[in-house]
T-cell receptor, first 114, second 112 residues
Framework: GNSVTQMEGPVTLSEEAFLTINCTYTATGYPSLFWYVQYPGEGLQLLLKATKADDKGSNKGFEATYRKETTSFHLEKGSVQVSDSAVYFCALDAFTGANSKLTFGKGITLSVRP | DVKVTQSSRYLVKRTGEKVFLECVQDMDHENMFWYRQDPGLGLRLIYF???????EKGDIPEGYSVSREKKERFSLILESASTNQTSMYLC???????????FGPGTRLTVT
């Protein structure tokens, strides 16, 4: 079946540090890949996505590249801010007939200190 | 922007009560989903629906039912609430495969 594996957390960084959060996946076919962010007490927000190999998704300074050869979709940001403190989820959406069903990683908590 | 709304942000109910959680989306999406989120367990899919009046079980449907009478509205029903159903409940909608899902703000349900 489909699965998403995220690196263990939590992660604590100082403001302006470089961020990498690892994500690898297992899926049949050609899934679309996503990163979601959840701020405290809120629902999940779609941060970025990539729908085919070598695509790069980007938003709010975050980037992730769909790497089919390594089945990875690592999230990066060059300079984190305190406001980036949140839980980050990697997810995939594999075609199952005509329907859409997401498989999520367990999420990782990022804390950015001033 | 896609907007998914949930009827309550916080809800407290007693054991044995029937509980309705409502979700409405305004973007004419075909697909709608209900998840629960618990510390250490991540997001787990309860039920989903690909069209009006149809529903399919997710990974943890026991103790829940759903209703989708109109395209924009998807309701989660706890027939007889129990304390192990205390959780954050998240509704989502999606236009199509590969397009991702759009989530509501969540309902934090406490069953006492």
């Amino acid at each position: 079946g489909n699965s998403v594996t995220q690196m263990e957390g939590p992660v604590t960084l100082s403001e302006e540090a470089f961020l990498t959060i690892n994500c690898t996946y297992t899926a049949t076919g050609y899934p679309s890949l996503f990163w979601y962010v959840q701020y405290p007490g809120e629902g999940l927000q779609l941060l970025l996505k990539a729908t085919k190999a070598d695509d790069k998704g980007s938003n709010k300074g975050f980037e992730a590249t769909y790497r089919k050869e390594t089945t990875s979709f690592h999230l990066e940001k060059g300079s984190v801010q305190v406001s980036d403190s949140a839980v980050y989820f990697c997810a995939l959406d594999a075609f199952t007939g005509a329907n859409s069903k997401l498989t999520f990683g367990k999420g990782i908590t990022l804390s950015v200190r001033p | 922007d896609v907007k998914v709304t949930q009827s309550s942000r916080y809800l407290v109910k007693r054991t044995g009560e029937k509980v309705f959680l409502e979700c409405v989306q305004d973007m004419d999406h075909e697909n709608m989903f209900w998840y629960r989120q618990d510390p250490g367990l991540g997001l787990r899919l309860i039920y989903f629906s690909y069209d009006v009046k149809m529903k399919e079980k997710g990974d943890i449907p026991e103790g829940y039912s759903v209703s989708r009478e109109k395209k924009e509205r998807f309701s989660l029903i706890l027939e007889s609430a129990s304390t192990n159903q205390t959780s954050m409940y998240l509704c989502a909608s999606s236009p199509a495969v590969g397009a991702g899902q759009y989530f509501g703000p969540g309902t934090r349900l406490t069953v006492t």
